[in-house]
């Protein structure tokens, strides 16, 4: 049974960079594409980008200036670096795996529980 | 961006009762919309894709329809274990170029809270 764990800091400072990582077991990372969504507190889900297997990086356009992904095959994990971090970057951060259907319908269909960041000083 | 909203924002049912959460799109997205099942603490869950698919496992109570703008969650006899956050997403945007440089946003609705009534 696939499972993903997320892990990261906990808390960081403004201005200071965020670096997340997503354990993956059960299965390898490829052939999937991996995502990341994040959940300020109070309110809803905000996409932050996905990653494919191969390393080829879409993020959301308003988080592309200050966002890297990364897939480490071997040691089946992936990772999220958020630099430049404010108050409004803090939430629940979750990874999941996507898929296609036939090549087309996208859906993530593996979750990870989340990992809670605050930013703060 | 595409830009998705639900009604209602929550909801407050009993077991056995049929509940239908609405989701739409301010742009025709055809069927690239997921739903999906939130609970604070545990991993979420991927319900319905491609509008109307039942994704593996999930149960038969949830059914899924729609197309273009307009999208249904339906769920029939509830039961305690679907008093949750539902959510959908659209799918449409991007195109999976793999180009890079390439951008993605892939936009939720802000979520339905079905609770105990």
């Known amino acids: 049974q696939v499972q993903l764990q997320e892990s990261g800091p906990g808390l960081v400072k403004p201005s200071e960079t965020l670096s997340l990582t997503c354990s993956v077991s059960?299965?390898?990372?490829?052939?999937?594409?991996w995502t990341w969504v994040r959940q300020p507190p109070g309110k809803g889900l905000e996409w932050i980008g996905y990653i494919y297997y191969s390393g080829t990086a879409s993020p959301n356009p308003s988080l592309k200036s200050r966002v890297t992904m990364s897939v480490d095959r071997y040691n089946h994990q992936v990772s999220l670096t958020l630099r430049s971090v404010t108050a409004a970057d803090t939430g629940v951060y979750f990874c999941?795996?996507?898929?296609?259907?036939?090549?087309?319908?996208?859906?993530?269909?593996?979750w990870g529980k989340g990992t809670t960041v605050t930013v703060s000083s | 961006d595409i830009q998705m909203t639900q009604s209602p924002p929550s909801l407050s049912a009993s077991l056995g009762d049929r509940v239908a959460i609405t989701c739409r799109a301010s742009q025709a997205i055809a069927t690239f919309l997921n739903w999906y099942q939130f609970k604070p603490g545990r991993a979420p869950k991927l319900l319905i894709y491609a509008a109307s698919n039942l994704h593996g496992g999930v149960p038969s109570r949830f059914r899924g329809s729609g197309s273009g703008t307009e999208f249904t969650l339906t769920i029939t006899n509830l039961q305690p274990d679907d008093f949750a956050t539902y959510y959908c997403q659209q799918t449409y945007n991007p195109p999976f170029t793999f180009a890079p440089g390439t951008t993605s946003a892939l936009t939720f609705g802000p979520g339905t809270k079905v609770d105990f009534k």
């Open positions: 059960g299965d390898s990372v490829n052939p999937y594409y």
């Open positions: 999941a795996r996507g898929d296609r259907v036939n090549f087309s319908h996208f859906y993530m269909d593996v």
